[in-house]
């Protein structure tokens, strides 16, 4: 296989992503549709910024719903971007055709996680790697199967004689994947977009694929973005990390930074829950309640205050916080207790449009002043939970209770030693706000 | 020592039968499961562990064909009727999927899935009971009693397996079969629920199978570890014991090529798991095996107890008296062939 030259970029990135946005519009239901009303959008990449250079990996990490998968597609020019800009060696290519788009995925391929679902059964190994050529009209019969037999041994299926005239079928899931990479690089790419590649696969095979892929980082100088859920590989492959949570990138920096020093809750979370064959460790209970919410209606200001331990006065507490401290609570509780407590509180369904503030009917013959004193026991009983730094004001008004919380701060990407975090706690400015109506609620309070 | 045993598997094989052979998945295997106790099932996929948790259950599909023991409460499970293992299965024996969507009827409100199960057991209770059962049972695996009249699809993935576990728990089960019971899930999901799986002995009682191909998972929620090679159980064992000291060499082996945050070195296993229908002669691990002797090519291991009562299926344990002269030589190896190379 022949290698690609050394950086002849003179420093130019490989990939730059600005500010890149792709949004997916909501179908919404019939009726919204008949009316014409616009169901919404769903933030897959919420205003994402990186950059990639030639030979080098990244690693995109996160859960379900996160972005990761979308953001590589992307780039790829496989879904359109709604707005921000993508430059691939230089050339813009969000605004691309199709036409030109095609020439360009020869310098950039993809490997996905299931490498029974990307190999036709129907094609023998050799038709399968060979495919590529065919389809970009390269080489002539002869020099296409010596490409073949080239790329098979690259990837470690060697001697390829005895793969070209097998099938899929024929082969181990590693094996698979192999053929996958094999079709991949092929072309001689420059940029391989690689979605979870190992995670279908067995524990005693994951270490082969993740060698194979630094070695065709090595010698084909090849950069990666190895898109993943799980930070234990990536910290084998990766030379930098993006964590990634709800379209945004919550954290970025070197490899090396991230796992020795994390600094968003996020991800400290994330590298807790890791399960480690160590015998001394049991399984962690530290961990952020829930899951990641629905991404059509994330959470106000930072997406992650929900589940984080550390969330605070500006981090945006709101109307659905309130609902979900009920519903933990009522979880635990006993039947009579909790039927007693939801026919206080009456419909929590006003509870679920996100707003910061809120008027409450008591439930029926019930008023606010019951209401206002079943919240101070709900705080009595957890006066650490940290819904309980967000609210401004609790007010009764005959059968109404009236609940305000601090307006949100939306947190914006800030330097904090080698990594870039998105997290009012490394924010002066917020820090000094938080501080401020620390001051004002406790003053409220005193009254 | 382990606890009494709530089911003992004695001498099981369960072959399914395939136009290219006759595939032995569960091949001559025992086991105890105690009273609350957490068993981590653990080996690579195809060795067989989905089969023998299911054969434990009596749910094998059709062709399969079953021999030897599980004993639960005094009776042998192999070989009793359709009607009566039914009858045993949910307030006895309880079985947890991995892909909890595909349980769940998404035409069903939870409540109904409670209902009917509870209904179908404990056709006594009365509908004010019966509520109260399944908040109770849903509210321990922290799903707030406002969304007993939902759907599935109004859950999320963590939530619907831990819907699933309620359901299986709700009839108080003496057994739990749970396989890869967090593998479509992400990993603080997956944690969370381990969490509330390593708590049922304290919380219910009940002994939990643990089927898994991640042995960090079975280190922090296990009590107890088998693993499984080609059908066998190569090692079993209390599972801080088995991780600190690994007796067998796959256990060695597939401890080393987990990926962890404090693995410092990849490391994987040569060659790939054999087909079951004609697997290598001898200790089926020895074409494999790093530390594989002459005697290992030749004769089948034999089971031997060691310290710390456990049980380990290697001839670097003996019995010394049965390897014959220069069997415990390393074994020339031929190459592992390419095409085996996983």
Known sequence: ?447 | MSPTPVVSVRDLRVYYGTPRGTVRAVDHVSLDIGEGEVLGLVGESGCGKSTLGRGILGLLPEGAVSDGEVLYGGRNLVGMGAKELRRLRGPDLGLIFQEPMTRLNPVMRIEDHFRETLQQHEPGLSSRELRTRSLETLGRMGIPPTRFRQYPHEFSGGMRQRIMIALALVLRPKLLVADEPTTSLDVIVEAQILGILSDLRQSFGTALLLITHNLGIVAEACDRVAVMYAGQIAEEGNARDVFADPAHPYTRELLRSTISLETEELHSIPGSPPNLIDPPRACRFHPRCPSAMVVCAERNPIEQRIADGRRVLCWLHGPEELIPDGGTEPLEREEIAVADEA
């Open chain 1, 1 to 447: 296989m022949q290698t690609k030259p050394e950086a002849v970029t003179n420093g130019r990135p490989l990939v730059s992503v600005r500010g890149l946005k792709t949004y997916y519009s909501l179908r919404g239901s019939f009726g919204q549709r008949l009316l014409g009303r616009e169901a919404g959008s769903v933030k897959a990449v919420d205003d994402v910024s990186i950059e990639l250079h030639r030979g080098e990996v990244l690693g995109l990490v996160g859960e379900s719903g996160s972005g990761k998968t979308t953001l590589g597609r992307t780039i790829l020019g496989l879904v359109p971007a709604t707005e921000g800009s993508i430059e691939f060696d230089g050339r813009e290519i969000t605004r691309m055709s199709e036409r030109e788009l095609r020439g360009l995925r020869r310098e950039m391929q993809i490997v996905f996680q299931d490498p029974h679902a990307s190999l036709n059964p129907a094609m023998t190994i050799a038709q399968l790697v060979e495919h590529p050529l065919q389809i970009h009209g390269i080489g002539s019969r002869a020099e296409r199967q010596s490409r073949v037999a080239e790329a098979l041994s690259t990837v470690g299926l060697d001697p390829p004689e005895q793969f070209l005239d097998k099938y899929p079928s024929d082969l181990s899931g590693g094996q698979k994947q192999r053929v996958v990479i094999a079709r991949a690089i092929i072309l001689n790419p420059s940029l391989l977009v690689a979605d979870e590649p190992v995670s279908m696969l067995d524990m005693s095979v994951r270490a082969k694929i993740l060698e194979l892929m630094m070695y065709l980082k090595r010698e084909l100088n090849l950069a990666f973005l190895y898109i993943t859920h799980d930070l234990a590989t990536a910290k084998f492959f990766c030379d930098r990390i993006a964590i990634l949570y709800l379209g945004r990138i919550v954290e970025i920096g070197p490899s090396e930074a991230i796992y020795a020093e994390p600094r968003h809750p996020y991800t400290k979370a994330l590298l807790r829950a890791i399960p480690d064959p160590d015998p001394r460790r049991t399984v962690p209970r530290d961990l952020p309640p829930g899951e990641v919410p629905d991404a059509a209606r994330p959470p106000l200001g930072c997406h992650f205050h929900p589940r984080c331990a550390a969330a605070f006065e500006v981090c945006g507490w709101e109307t659905r916080d309130l609902r979900e401290l009920l519903e933990r609570r009522w979880a635990f509780q006993a039947q009579e207790r909790y039927e007693a407590e939801q026919a206080l509180m009456g419909d929590l369904a006003a509870l679920d449009e996100p707003a910061t503030r809120i008027r409450l009917k008591a439930g029926q013959g019930r008023t606010a002043a019951e209401m206002a004193a079943l919240l101070e026991e709900v705080r009595r009983d957890a006066p650490d939970e940290r819904f309980w730094t967000g609210v401004k004001r609790i007010a009764a008004d005959g059968e109404h209770l009236d609940v305000e919380w601090f307006d949100p701060v939306v947190p914006r990407p800030l330097a904090a030693g080698a990594t870039t975090v998105e997290c009012h706690l490394y924010d002066e400015a917020a820090l000094a706000e938080a501080e401020r109506r620390r001051s004002e609620t406790e003053s409220l309070r005193g009254e």
